[in-house]
């Protein structure tokens, strides 16, 4: 059974502050990492993708993965309040297969 | 963006009745689609995943017979709850994959009363 594993929070960070998600997950052959975020009764929308070991920054948002560990955190800095949502870690074991969801995290920024 | 919808955003139907959803890939062909189910305060869980011109393959413990699903053309896959019941309201996304980047559909809401 593959599984991706998130803390459900909520996790409650002050504006300004960096908010630290994480995700493990079970397939060590998994080939691609994402990051969705959902809004209460939304479909979920891609915020970050990462293929390779190391981090990767796109704005305020950094992906960090670790494949020898099976771990992929997303680091978001100069958190707003409109970051409060709920973050999905997605897996996706082989190319151009579905994506394996985490429960996700729900994220509280307070102003 | 490649763009996804849904149609109904919402629907509330009677016990024992059928509901189609549709899911079309609105600039771009999508040979495989993918229908996810959300419970409240719950992950999305792959309920089964629809490919264009032939049978959808279902994930274990979705029935296949209740969870009717078309994919007739490259551009639309249709989900139809047959005899729902209130344990099937949830909220039904589907989804199509370019390369590597799953798009969603904005979802719809359906509630069994």
């Known amino acids: 059974q593959k599984e991706v594993e998130q803390n459900s929070g909520p996790l409650s960070v002050p504006e300004g502050a960096i908010a630290s998600l994480n995700c493990t997950y079970s397939d060590r052959g998994s080939q691609s990492f994402f990051w969705y975020r959902q809004y209460s009764g939304k479909s979920p929308e891609l915020i970050m993708f990462i293929y390779s070991n190391g981090d990767k920054e796109d704005g305020r948002f950094t992906a960090q993965l670790n494949k020898a560990s099976q771990y992929v955190s997303l680091l978001i800095r100069d958190s707003q309040p409109s970051d409060s949502a709920t973050y999905l870690c997605?897996?996706?074991?082989?190319?151009?297969?579905?994506?394996?969801f985490g429960k996700g995290t729900t994220l509280s920024v307070s102003s | 963006g490649a763009v996804v919808s849904q149609h109904p955003s919402r629907v509330i139907c009677k016990s024992g009745t059928s509901v189609k959803i549709e899911c079309r890939s609105l600039?771009?062909?999508?040979?495989?689609m993918f229908w996810y189910r959300q419970f409240p305060k719950q992950s999305l869980m792959l309920m089964a995943t629809s490919n264009e011109g032939s049978k959808a393959t279902y994930e274990q413990g979705v029935e296949k017979d209740k969870f009717l699903i078309n994919h007739a053309s490259l551009t639309l896959s249709t989900l139809t709850v047959t005899s729902a019941h209130p344990e099937d309201s949830s909220f039904y996304i589907c989804?199509?994959?370019?390369?590597?980047?799953?798009?969603f559909g904005p979802g719809t809401r359906l509630t069994v009363t």
């Open positions: 997605a897996v996706a074991p082989q190319a151009g297969t579905a994506l394996i």
């Open positions: 600039d771009f062909q999508a040979t495989t």
């Open positions: 989804s199509a994959r370019i390369q590597d980047f799953m798009y």
